[in-house]
C-alpha cells in the first residue's frame, strides 16, 4: 500500500462509486444495483488487475466471498469486496463467462482465500479459473463426474466410481516429493484432535511439519442445495442450525434472516431484536466455552478438567437456552421479522435465572483464567506458536476471533450494526498478539463482553413497558426480487450468506459464506514449520465446526 | 528376613524343593499384591480421581463406591476381539506387551513393603530396580517400531528420546542417595533412614531422604513423572496429536497388559520414592504395609492430578527440559551431597 493516500471512492457519506468506476475506467463494462451494494461487470481477464487495484488504491482488503453460479446464458463469479476498517463500504465485482467455455481469470494471486473459495466454485459450479495454482475439487471427491450446483448436472445419475480410483484415495498427492527423510501421514478423517472429521495430508519431518494440505467435505450436506429447493418464509429457518452446530445455532440463523429480511424489506419489531440479541449472544457465549474447552484439550490431553468445567459452564447456559427456545441443539428460534416465541411464562423469574447465571460468568470466566492464561506451562506451550500476521489474515479473509487475536479490530456487530448491538454498552475484544495464546485470550474476554450484552438485554426486557411484540406482519409467501449479500457476527467470525432471488418463493441461489472456511484456510501458513503438537494447538485455536466449513 | 526365608522356615521340609517352593510362594504373593493395588487403580481409583477434579461422580453402581466396576471391566477387557495390524512384526508385537509389564513387576522383587514382606534383598538392590525398570524403554520401542503404524512409531521414537533424557537424571540422584546411606541395599537404605535426624521435644524428626535434602526428592519427582509418561510429560501417548502413540495398534489383552504395565511403573515409581526418600514402610501406630501403601498411592494420587491440571510440553521442550536444566541440577545436587557427606565424614 502506498504512503498514507486517502482511498479511491471514500467520502465522508459512504462510498462513491461514480470515483470508483472511474478508477476503474475501461474495465467496468456495465454497473448493476444490488441490495446491499453496487456490483460492476468485468470482463472474466481483467479479474486479477482489477482486484489488486481496488486493494490498493481503495482498500478493499476483504474479498469476503466469491459465489459462483450458472445462468440460462452464461456463468457468473461474483466477489464479495468489503474494507476491514469499515465493512459497510461493499461493493461486488460481477464476472460473466460464456456458457460454452466458462473461463475466468483467478484472484488468487491477489487475495489467497481466492484460493480455496474459487477451488469450491470450480468444484460445485463447474467455472475454470486460468492461473490458479491448485485448481481441484475441494468438497466432493475427485472421482466425482460434473458439478452438482450447475443447471444441467442430472441429480440422478449415479455416481460410479471404478476401484482403481479408490486403490489408495488416502495416497500422498502432496507438493512435497518423498524424500528419506520425511514421512507422510494422514492425521483425520478419524483422529482425536481434528474436531470432526477433517483430514489433513501431512508431511512430516522428524516432529516438525514440512507441508500440510487440508481435506475438507467429509461434512458436506449440499446445505446450499437445499436452501435453494425450500421456501423463504418457513422452510430455510432451520437449516442454519445445522452449519456450525456446536451451540451457535441461532447466531446461524441470524445471518439468513439478515439476508432474507433486508432482501423482503421486512421490519423486526425492537423487542424481537432485544430477544435475538440476547440469545444469540448466549449460543456466542456457549461456542466459546466449547471452543476454549476442545483448545485446552488438545493442549493438556484427555483427562484436563478445564474441558468438563466449560461443559458445565455450557449445560447451565444451555439450559437458559432450552427454556427459551424449546431446544438444546437445533434452536430454530428465529422466524422472518421477529422470534418464534416470547419469554417462557413466568417471566421475571425467567429473567432472574438468567441474570443469575450471567452474574456468576465472571467468577467462572476468572478459573479459566488461573487455569489457562495465567498458567506458566500453558503459556510455555501457546505463545509465540501458530503466529497469524495480520496482513496474512487480511489476505486469507480470516475473521471472528482468528481476526481479532492478530490485531484486527473487526467485528461485525459494532462495524455494521444490526438487531440491538448498537443501543448497549460493550467492547470489541482485539489482542496484538497474533498466536495461539491470544486467540485463546480473545474468546475468554469475548465471552466477558457477550455476558455483559446478556445482562443489559435481561434489563431492558424486565423494563419492557409497551406492546411484547415479536414478530412483524410477514405475507404467508414470501416472493422477493433482487440480489443481496449481508453477514454477521457469527461464532466463528464473518458468517454471511448471498441471496439471488428470482420472483420465486425459493431462492435461486443461495451461497453461504461460513467463517470457519476462510479461518482454516490459514492453517497451511500456521502450521508448516511447526511442530506437530503445535500444528494441532493452532487446529485448535483455529476453533472450525466442519458442519460450516463443509456446509 | 525376606519373605521367602519366612515361608521356607515355616515349611516342615528343607532342601533346595522347599527353597523353590517358597521362592514361588513368594513372588506370586507379592505379584498379586501389586497387581491387585494395580486392579484398583485402573478401573476404579483412576476414574474416581479424575471424576473428583472436574465435578463428576464416574462409577458407583456396583459395591460400595462403585468399587466392583473392577470385576466388569476386567471381564468387558479380556473379551475383546484382539485385532493385529497388517504387516506387524509378529514376535516383537507380541513380545513388548509382556516386556512392559515384566519390567516393571520384576523391580517390585527388591522393594520392602514392610512387615516382612519384601522378596529379596541383594546388596545390589537400588541398581536393580534401576536396570530392570529401564528395560521398559526396550519394549516401548518394540511397541512402537513392530506395529508398522506411523503414529506407534513416532510415539516410540518420542517414548525413548524421553526415557534417555530422563533416566540419567533420575540414576545420578539415586546416587546421591546411595552417598549418603553408604549402600546399594535395599533394606540398609531404609534403615538409614529410621535413625533420628532431630528431636523436637517429644517428637523425633527421622532421616528420610526427602527431609534432609529436599532438593533432591523434587528433582527426582519431577524426573519420575516423566519416567513414567504422564502429564506434563505425557508425550510418547499424546492422544489429541498421535492418537495413542505405541500402544495405538494395541487391542484387546494386549491393551490391558500395555495398560498394566503404565500402572504398575506408576506404583514402582511410587515405591522407589517411598524407600529411597520416605524411609520405606516407616511410620508411626500403624502397621509398615500400611504405611507402605499410603507411601505409593499418595504418589498415584500425585501423577492423576498432574493429569487433570497440568498442560502436556512440546517434546522439544521436554528434552530440552530433561538435558539442559534435570542433568545439570541432578549434577549439582550429586556434587553437593558429595561435599556435605565428605566434610561430615571427616
Redesign the interface.
Known amino acids: 500500500m502506498s504512503l498514507q493516500r486517502q482511498p479511491v471512492g471514500e467520502t465522508p457519506d459512504g462510498l462513491d462509486y461514480d470515483a470508483l468506476a472511474e478508477l476503474l475506467d475501461g474495465y467496468v463494462l456495465d454497473r448493476e444495483q444490488h441490495l446491499n451494494c453496487e456490483a460492476f461487470v468485468i470482463r472474466p481477464d481483467d479479474v486479477a488487475a482489477v482486484l489488486s487495484t481496488l486493494r490498493d488504491r481503495a482498500a478493499f482488503d476483504h474479498l469476503s466471498l466469491v459465489t459462483a453460479q450458472e445462468y440460462r446464458d452464461r456463468y457468473e463469479s461474483i466477489y464479495h469486496l468489503k474494507k476491514y476498517d469499515d465493512p459497510t463500504q461493499e461493493l461486488s465485482l460481477v464476472v460473466p463467462t460464456p456458457r460454452d467455455q466458462p473461463h475466468s481469470q483467478s484472484g488468487a494471486d491477489v487475495f489467497d482465500t481466492a484460493i480455496w473459495h474459487e477451488r469450491e466454485a470450480y468444484d460445485l459450479v463447474g467455472i475454470e479459473y486460468d492461473d490458479h495454482p491448485d485448481l481441484r475439487r475441494i468438497l466432493l471427491p475427485e472421482t466425482w463426474q460434473g458439478h452438482p450446483l450447475s443447471l444441467d448436472y442430472n441429480q440422478d445419475k449415479p455416481q460410479i466410481v471404478p476401484l482403481r480410483e479408490h486403490a489408495n484415495p488416502m495416497e500422498g498427492r502432496t507438493d512435497v516429493a518423498d524424500r528419506s527423510d520425511t514421512m507422510f501421514i494422514n492425521i483425520g478423517p478419524h483422529h482425536p484432535a481434528t474436531h470432526g472429521v477433517l483430514h489433513l495430508k501431512t508431511v512430516v519431518d522428524g516432529e516438525q511439519v514440512v507441508d500440510i494440505d487440508p481435506d475438507i467435505g467429509y461434512l458436506h450436506r449440499c446445505e446450499e442445495q437445499m436452501c435453494q429447493q425450500s421456501t423463504y418464509r418457513h422452510q430455510i429457518m432451520p437449516y442454519p442450525d445445522r452449519w456450525d452446530y456446536v451451540s451457535a445455532g441461532i447466531l446461524n440463523e441470524w445471518a439468513y434472516a439478515r439476508a432474507a429480511e433486508s432482501l423482503a424489506d421486512i421490519d423486526v419489531p425492537v423487542y424481537a431484536q432485544v430477544l435475538r440479541t440476547m440469545s444469540a449472544e448466549l449460543c456466542r457465549i456457549c461456542a466459546h466455552l466449547l471452543a476454549i474447552g476442545t483448545f485446552a484439550l488438545d493442549i493438556y490431553g484427555e483427562f484436563t478438567a478445564i474441558f468438563m468445567y466449560a461443559v458445565t459452564d455450557r449445560e447451565r447456559i444451555q439450559n437458559l437456552l432450552e427454556e427459551l427456545t424449546g431446544q438444546r441443539l437445533m434452536f430454530n428460534y428465529l422466524r422472518l421479522g421477529g422470534v418464534a416465541w416470547g419469554l417462557p411464562e413466568p417471566r421475571a423469574e425467567y429473567l432472574e435465572t438468567v441474570r443469575s447465571v450471567m452474574a456468576e460468568f465472571p467468577d467462572r470466566l476468572e478459573e479459566y483464567h488461573n487455569l489457562l492464561t495465567s498458567n506458566e506451562l500453558f503459556q510455555m506451550r501457546v505463545l509465540d506458536t501458530g503466529v497469524l500476521p495480520a496482513e496474512t489474515a487480511k489476505s486469507y479473509g480470516a475473521t471472528g476471533p482468528v481476526a481479532r487475536g492478530s490485531g484486527i479490530d473487526y467485528d461485525l456487530r459494532r462495524d455494521d450494526p444490526y438487531g440491538y448491538y448498537d443501543e448497549l454498552d460493550w467492547e470489541v475484544v482485539t489482542d496484538d498478539g497474533g498466536d495461539n495464546f491470544s486467540r485463546a485470550l480473545v474468546r475468554l474476554q469475548e465471552m466477558e463482553q457477550s455476558a455483559r450484552i446478556v445482562r443489559q438485554c435481561v434489563d431492558v426486557l424486565a423494563d419492557w413497558s409497551g406492546e411484547r411484540e415479536i414478530q412483524s406482519d410477514v405475507p404467508r409467501t414470501v416472493k422477493p426480487g433482487g440480489e443481496v449479500y449481508r453477514a454477521v457476527e457469527g461464532a466463528k467470525g464473518e458468517l454471511g450468506i448471498y441471496i439471488r432471488a428470482d420472483g420465486t418463493d425459493t431462492p435461486a441461489r443461495f451461497k453461504i459464506r461460513s467463517p470457519a472456511f476462510s479461518n482454516l484456510q490459514t492453517l497451511e501458513v500456521l502450521a508448516e514449520g511447526e511442530y506437530i503438537a503445535d500444528m494441532i494447538a493452532t487446529l485448535g485455536s483455529l476453533d472450525i465446526v466442519l458442519g460450516e466449513v463443509d456446509r | 528376613m525376606t519373605l521367602p526365608t519366612t515361608i521356607e522356615e515355616a515349611l516342615p521340609v528343607g532342601g533346595v524343593a522347599a527353597e523353590a517352593v517358597a521362592a514361588l510362594a513368594a513372588a506370586t504373593v507379592i505379584g498379586t499384591f501389586v497387581m491387585l493395588n494395580t486392579a484398583l487403580a485402573g478401573p476404579w481409583a483412576k476414574r474416581k480421581i ?1 471424576a473428583a ?4 461422580i464416574s462409577v458407583n453402581q456396583f459395591g460400595p463406591l462403585g468399587v466392583g466396576i473392577v470385576v466388569p471391566d476386567a471381564v468387558r477387557l479380556v473379551s475383546k476381539e484382539l485385532i493385529v495390524p497388517e504387516g506387524a512384526d509378529r514376535p516383537a508385537w507380541d513380545l513388548a506387551p509382556l516386556v512392559l509389564v515384566f519390567s516393571a513387576l520384576f523391580a517390585f522383587a527388591v522393594i520392602p513393603m514392610g512387615n516382612g514382606v519384601h522378596l529379596a534383598d541383594p546388596a545390589v538392590g537400588l541398581v536393580f530396580v534401576f536396570a530392570i525398570a529401564s528395560v521398559a524403554s526396550l519394549g516401548l520401542v518394540m511397541a512402537g517400531y513392530a506395529s508398522n503404524n ?2 506407534a512409531f ?1 510415539g516410540g521414537l ?1 517414548a525413548v528420546a524421553q526415557n534417555l533424557a530422563y533416566e540419567i537424571p533420575l540414576i545420578l540422584i539415586g546416587i546421591s542417595v546411595v552417598l549418603y546411606t553408604g549402600s546399594l541395599q535395599m533394606s540398609e537404605i531404609v534403615a538409614t533412614q529410621r535413625e533420628t535426624l532431630v528431636s523436637l521435644g517429644p517428637l523425633s524428626v527421622p532421616g528420610w531422604f526427602a527431609i534432609v535434602n529436599p532438593f533432591a526428592f523434587v528433582l527426582f519427582l519431577v524426573a519420575n513423572v516423566a519416567e513414567v509418561g504422564r ?2 510429560f ?2 510418547p501417548e ?6 495413542a502413540g505405541y500402544q495405538t495398534e494395541y487391542s484387546s489383552v494386549y491393551f490391558v497388559l500395555i495398560y498394566l504395565g503404565e500402572f504398575v511403573h506408576i506404583f514402582l515409581g511410587g515405591a522407589i520414592i517411598a524407600t529411597i526418600f520416605l524411609g520405606g514402610p516407616a511410620g508411626p501406630v500403624l502397621p509398615g504395609i500400611v504405611w507402605f501403601l499410603l507411601k505409593i498411592w499418595a504418589m498415584f494420587l500425585f501423577t ?1 492430578w498432574l ?11 521436554l528434552i530440552e527440559i530433561g538435558w539442559k536444566r534435570l542433568l545439570v541440577l541432578a549434577f549439582v545436587n550429586l556434587f553437593a551431597t558429595a561435599t556435605v557427606v565428605g566434610v561430615l565424614a571427616a
Do not use: C, G, W
Not at chain 2, 238 to 243: F, G, R
Open positions: 479424575t477434579f472436574t465435578d463428576r506411523k503414529y513416532l518420542r502429564n506434563p505425557d508425550v499424546a492422544p489429541t496429536e498421535i492418537v492423576q493429569r487433570s491440571a497440568v498442560p502436556r510440553v512440546r517434546i522439544d521442550q
